[in-house]
């Protein structure tokens, strides 16, 4: 289905045509002054500019066109030269009548389908989830699922940070503790215990305690170094120890993921291209990309048109060391050979911007990928707490994402239990549900690139601008429907039918954004566009319920046509919470 702005404006436009001027003005868009009108088109204002005449001779003569146009109830030339519409209540209802027979809504997919390699998560293992982690995978989770929504295919890849020094330093401080481990022993040729040496627990207050340590002994450091380089040139202890590393890390990442509804397809890391970054080095040195500056092994990466600084991209240190840039660059090399993406999409911090504009410049230039392969980086704010600074814990600790959400799902609980007459049970569930939801809604509705203030109150509220109000506004259309289905009705058996309040022709209009609002959360990888908008569609349906008798409405075909749409108004939701990542209970 074309999109209603569209509808509208090739109406407008048309009737520009027939007045004899050129029909690219007629575009059209929502109101700015709803006080006035609906839509406005504001074209003959540029149109008048350059053919030296009254906008308003302009805007009279196109209204006129419009006089009997079937798509508007009303249109006016208004001083200096404004076109004000408002829709025909009929136009508008057969619109969302055919929206409501379609199972995207109208919405069309992409027209090519691109193939989509997402990198988001990025925790590194042996470190406890934090708060940090949160907006990485909250972010990339809900745009991946808007790749998909439009049509794309997509690949998820954590990335974890699992071969660095971190991994040494814990090696290192492990031998000083258990010296007896097999794993240390050079002329161990056994098989290696199948159980890992230390709990998660272990490795989290093992990973802090050999960093401080390396900081204040240099020779606790360079054993911590060699430990690496015996990691990293594949000694068999060394690399078996490693793994119960990876295993018990990931195991419990992938728990805590889980609860946050937060998936990837595959859980690779930066060692995983360990060995294709020689190979990488040569192909650069090769191509006459990479040469030698200070010692280390460089590719320039500034252009002309560059305002700002732009260092080059270093991909060797002097020592020969690899750095996160080559990491990065050699696994944008095995995505591109194994998976040959169209696009590539990155989420961290933005205080990476700058690294991912080298990174993706080097890649471009040194043809890692194509020159229309187009690589993207959503750089997001930090989420802070109440004072401004980074959120921590209220004795200043960092904060773990698990107390976090087990924070919410607990303050949950509570205002469910006050509110309701519910089963431990089914409040401990449900309170998990909506819980995922606030802090979900709470983190997406914000543009990705600001900072935000984590409010716990504001968070759970089941009024404003939060998740749960927009599942209690999902739980109260479910409900009105098992009534109307209780009285031996059946909802698909009802069609959206005409307009009869002002309200309902709101709530009727809300729901013609949802394609617009796809795409442009797809364009602007901005889940807090969809955030917007069903914050809006659940404030229509809530003066639409108000104002409208529902269930008590004897004419028939009047209540029919309000079922279905309050119908479609759900399914909408659903589907947007969807691409959120979280669902409503039956009840809450
Ligand atoms: N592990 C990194 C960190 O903690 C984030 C990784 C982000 N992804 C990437 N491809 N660089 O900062």
């Excluded at 030269?81 to 069309?108: R, T």
């Excluded at 020969?320 to 050979?337: C, F, H, P, Q, W």
């Amino acid at each position: 289905m074309k999109k209603i702005l569209e509808l509208i404006s090739e109406e407008v436009m048309s009737a520009f045509e027939k007045a004899g001027y050129d029909k690219a003005a007629g575009k059209v868009s929502v109101s700015n002054r709803p006080d006035l009108c609906e839509y406005q088109c504001n074209g003959a204002m540029a149109l008048a500019k350059a053919l030296k005449t009254a906008p308003i001779n302009i805007a009279g003569a196109v209204a006129e066109n419009l006089k009997d146009s079937k798509v508007f109830s009303e249109v006016n030339a208004v001083m200096p030269g404004f076109i004000n519409l408002n829709i025909n209540p009929d136009f508008l209802s057969q619109y969302v009548a055919e929206m409501s027979g379609d199972d995207k809504f109208g919405f069309e997919p992409a027209a090519k389908p691109l193939k989509i390699m997402l990198d988001y998560g990025g925790p590194n293992v042996a470190k406890a989830l934090h708060v940090g982690h949160l907006r990485s995978g909250v972010i990339g989770d809900a745009i991946n699922r808007i790749c998909k929504y439009m049509g794309h295919e997509t690949i998820s890849d954590i990335h974890l940070g699992d071969w660095g020094t971190p991994m040494g330093l814990i090696m290192h401080e492990l031998s000083l503790r258990k010296p007896n481990l097999p794993y240390f022993d050079d002329s161990y040729t056994g098989e290696y215990p199948s159980e890992p040496p230390f709990t998660v627990a272990d490795l989290e207050e093992i990973y802090p305690t050999a960093s401080k340590k390396s900081k204040e002994d240099e020779e606790y450091k360079a054993k911590a170094q060699e430990a690496t380089f015996k990691l990293q040139s594949g000694v068999r202890g060394y690399r078996a120890l490693w793994n119960h590393i990876i295993n018990v890390s990931v195991t419990d990442m992938r728990r805590i993921y889980d609860k946050l509804g937060v998936h990837f397809d595959l859980w690779n890391g930066e060692s995983s291209v360990h060995d294709v970054i020689p190979g990488m080095v040569k192909y650069m040195k090769d191509g006459g990309y990479a040469y030698i500056s200070e010692g280390a092994l460089v590719v320039d990466v500034k252009e002309d048109t560059d305002t700002k600084e732009m260092p080059p991209c270093i991909i060797l240190k002097s020592d020969g060391a690899s750095l996160y840039n080559t990491t990065d660059l050699a696994t944008i090399m095995v995505r591109k050979e194994k998976y040959n993406p169209d696009r590539f999409i990155y989420l961290t911090d933005k205080r990476q911007d700058l690294y991912f504009e080298q990174v993706f410049r080097c890649a471009h230039k040194t043809k890692l990928v194509s020159e229309d392969t187009n690589l993207a980086h959503v750089g997001f704010g930090t989420m802070n707490g109440k004072d401004g600074k980074p959120f921590k814990t209220r004795d200043g600790g960092v904060m773990r994402l698990e107390s976090l959400m087990n924070d919410i799902n607990e303050a949950t609980y509570a205002k469910i239990k006050e509110n309701r007459d519910m089963s431990e049970e089914d409040a401990k569930r449900i309170s998990e549900i909506v819980g995922r939801a606030a802090l979900r809604y709470g983190d997406l509705s914000n543009i990705p690139a600001k900072d935000y203030i984590f409010d716990m109150d504001r968070f759970i509220s089941f009024e404003g601008n939060s998740g749960p109000y927009i599942l209690y506004t999902i739980v109260r259309i479910k409900s009105i429907l098992e009534k109307f289905v209780q009285t031996g009705k059946k909802v698909e058996d009802c069609v959206i039918s005409g307009i009869d309040n002002a309200s309902e022709k709101e709530l009727m209009k809300e729901l013609t954004y949802f394609s617009q609002t796809i795409e442009s959360a797809y364009e602007e990888l901005a889940p807090s566009k969809i955030c917007a908008f069903i914050y809006d569609l659940a404030n229509a349906f809530n003066s639409f319920y108000h104002e409208t008798k529902i269930l008590s409405e004897e004419d028939a075909a009047k209540q029919g046509s309000y079922i279905a749409l309050i119908n479609l108004t759900k399914k909408v939701l659903e589907t947007c919470i969807g691409m959120l990542g979280f669902e409503a209970p039956e009840r809450m």
